[in-house]
Each structure stands twice: as C-alpha cells, then as structure tokens.
T-cell receptor
Framework: GQQVMQIPQYQHVQEGEDFTTYCNSSTTLSNIQWYKQRPGGHPVFLIQ?????EVKKQKRLTFQFGEAKKNSSLHITATQTTDVGTYFC??????????FGTGTRLQVFP | DGGITQSPKYLFRKEGQNVTLSCEQN?????MYWYRQDPGQGLRLIYYSQIVNDFQKGDIAEGYSVSREKKESFPLTVTSAQKNPTAFYLC?????????????FGNGTRLTVT
C-alpha cells in the first residue's frame, strides 16, 4: 500500500539555525499537505501543494513539491522557539485517502 | 466560532470496557474522520464518513466502531476487542474526502486503559 516517510524523525537546532524536513512517497501524489502539531496540541493545516515543482512561501517557511510529485520538503529559515512542534506531510495518492507521514519533531534551543 | 469539539479531553477506563469518544462539528463539513496517534508516530486512519449514515473502514478499524446519524456528529466507540486502546484520538473533518480540502482537527481525546 501507499506509504509516506519523513526524515529526520527528530531535529534539535539552536535558535537562528535553519531546519528542513523531507517527505517521500512510494507512489505519485495528486497533492500534498503540511500540518504542524504543537506539543500537547492537534495538527493544524499549514499549506497545500498541487503542481509538479511547485514552491510556496509563508514568511520563514518554504514548501516544495517535487517534479515527479513523489516528494516534498519544508524548510524553515532562522528558526525561532515558536517553531517547536511536529511537522507532518500528508499526501493523497491513487486511493484518494490522505496518508500522513511519520512526522518530524523539531526542538529549538534558545 | 466554527470548529470541532471532542470530549472529554482525558478519559480513563478499565480493560474490558467499551468507551465512546464524542466528536461534534459546526463547520457544515460533509466528511469526518477518526485518527489514532501513538507517541512518536504519525496519524493512522481508523474510520471515515463521507455522508450521513455511511462510513468506511480506515487502515486500523479492528476493535473500533462508529456511527454517523447526524452530519454534525461522528462518535467513535473503542471496544474491548481493541488490543492496545491507550492512545491519543483525533477527530477531523473537511468539505469532502476527495479533492484538495484540508483537514480541520479537534483538540483530541487522550484515552488511557488500565
């Protein structure tokens, strides 16, 4: 069945450093969504990418969708303590169900 | 304010008891979902419903049951047949199951079974 993997599983950075999480699917995706879950909270939708090679920015966050629509990345420039949380990608493949990635937990030290 | 309400936030049960988790939404969304989250893991789909009186099994439906008698409500029952019920349960909704509609999540219910 369709699988979505994320790396790394954990990332600890010093405040001000950059951070990137990568999402890889075993099958081609029609779209990919990114969510952020703060510690003790629930996932909150960040953005959706649909087109091959698409790049979208939200302030310090840059999202990319691969040319083959099988991978995606989220890059945070100059992390802040407010960026702490777990970032999930979620892709929609040929089953039309949204499959969540394993998540990357980000810890930012001041 | 539109949103999804899950109750209770924390739930404790003895092994062998069935327990029902509540999920109500006032977003007028057609589709509703139940996910399970275990520590350090992603979200796994238990059940989903596209329309009232209809629902489908997700990836880990064994030991769970649902109903969708009203558009706004999608309760989840964790039965005694579920071998490892202790987990964080998240309810979500969106406009439809297909297409590009993002998921809106409730605050979750943390279930502990001893």
């Amino acid at each position: 069945g369709q699988q979505v993997m994320q790396i790394p599983q954990y990332q600890h950075v010093q405040e001000g450093e950059d951070f990137t999480t990568y999402c890889n699917s075993s099958t081609t995706l029609s779209n990919i969504q990114w969510y952020k879950q703060r510690p003790g909270g629930h996932p909150v939708f960040l953005i959706q990418l649909v087109k091959s090679g698409e790049v979208k920015k939200q302030k310090r966050l840059t999202f990319q969708f691969g040319e083959a629509k099988k991978n995606s990345s989220l890059h945070i420039t100059a992390t802040q303590t407010t960026d702490v949380g777990t970032y999930f990608c979620a892709g929609r493949g040929n089953t039309d169900k949204l499959i969540f990635g394993t998540g990357t937990r980000l810890q930012v030290f001041p | 304010d539109g949103g999804i309400t899950q109750s209770p936030k924390y739930l404790f049960r003895k092994e062998g008891q069935n327990v029902t988790l509540s999920c109500e939404q006032n977003l007028n969304h057609d589709a509703m979902y139940w996910y399970r989250q275990d520590p350090g893991q992603g979200l796994r789909l238990i059940y989903y419903s596209q329309i009232v009186n209809d629902f489908q099994k997700g990836d880990i439906a064994e030991g769970y049951s649902v109903s969708r008698e009203k558009k706004e409500s999608f309760p989840l029952t964790v039965t005694s047949a579920q071998k490892n019920p202790t987990a964080f349960y998240l309810c979500a909704s969106n406009r439809n199951t297909g297409g590009n509609s993002p998921l809106h999540f409730g605050n979750g219910t943390r279930l502990t079974v001893t």
